[in-house]
């Protein structure tokens, strides 16, 4: 007959296999993220808005710690609107830094990562306070919200192009 330590000892074994087993495939926590796992992003991706104007997305790939990234929005052929942003690599996580039509730059850090999807926020900026990216297969969805209680949500939907 074995004593109570030698089934405990088991049991923790057990638990620890599973648990090295299921960092494998663990999602890492917003401070863990760098920019090579936001590499879903990648890509050329357009669609269109209900004004009928062109919508293009473009995120370089993962490199030297860094996204490069590009929105436009396009009629008739004339951009009308343009944005280039940076994801970079900051002490807690990912921080996207962007600019609108020359605007001064704003920072947004990462505060929520999930397979396909990442989610970053400002706590200063009205609008947008919220950007959200979610991939799913050659759709990616990015939902623009404003501060609460603004009600003033964007969300376009683009198809990947090209990478």
Known sequence: MR?????????LAALGLLAGLGACGVTPSVEEVRTRDLGFLTGRWTGANGAGEVLELVFSEPA???????????????????????????VRGVVLIGSLDGEPRRSYALVDFGRGEARFASAEIRFP??????????????????????RQVQTDVYELRQV
């Open 3 to 11: 004593g109570p330590h030698a089934c405990s000892g088991t049991v």
């Open 64 to 90: 030297d710690g860094a996204i490069q990234g590009q929105f436009e929005i396009r009629k008739g052929g004339e951009t009308i609107v343009e944005s280039r942003m940076r994801m970079i690599a900051g």
């Open 129 to 150: 306070a919220d950007i959200r990216f979610e991939r799913s297969g050659s759709h990616l969805t990015m939902t623009v919200r404003g501060e609460t209680g603004l």
